[in-house]
Nanobody
Framework: VQLQASGGGLVQAGGSLRLSCATSGLTFSTYAMGWFRQAPGKEREFVAAISRNAGNTRYAESVKGRFTIPRDDARNTVYLQTNSLKPEDTAVYYC????????????????????WGQGTLVTVSS
């Protein structure tokens, strides 16, 4: 199983980036997907999650209204569309997949995820 995150880079505050997470080796449509991030000197934190049928999404309060997490099952890929970026969004962003069936709030927990990508760095300048 591989999760390949890409799309990070340097962007000015107020800008946008679309992160991609391409997967292989798993039946993508049967996995819930999530994005987490880790800022320098901080612990990794939940950003967003999407259910198997894309019917449910969850967002951290800090990104709600600015980020979205669409998925494309035909391409085995999940995205993180980041808009109105702020310097505090600077972090390495990780995608992860979850084969379990949990309550909606459980997808905030790293332990619910089976596989992780390598991360892609987003740097937001002020």
């Amino acid at each position: 199983v591989q999760l390949q995150a890409s799309g990070g880079g340097l962007v000015q505050a107020g800008g946008s980036l679309r992160l991609s997470c391409a997967t292989s080796g798993l039946t993508f449509s049967t996995y819930a997907m999530g994005w987490f991030r880790q800022a320098p000197g901080k612990e990794r934190e939940f950003v967003a999650a999407i259910s198997r049928n894309a019917g449910n999404t969850r967002y951290a309060e800090s990104v709600k209204g600015r980020f979205t997490i669409p998925r494309d099952d035909a391409r085995n890929t999940v995205y993180l569309q980041t808009n109105s970026l702020k310097p505090e969004d600077t972090a390495v962003y990780y995608c992860a997949s979850s084969s379990g069936y949990y309550s909606a709030n459980d997808y905030y927990r790293e332990s619910r995820y089976d596989y992780w990508g390598q991360g892609t760095l987003v740097t937001v300048s002020s």
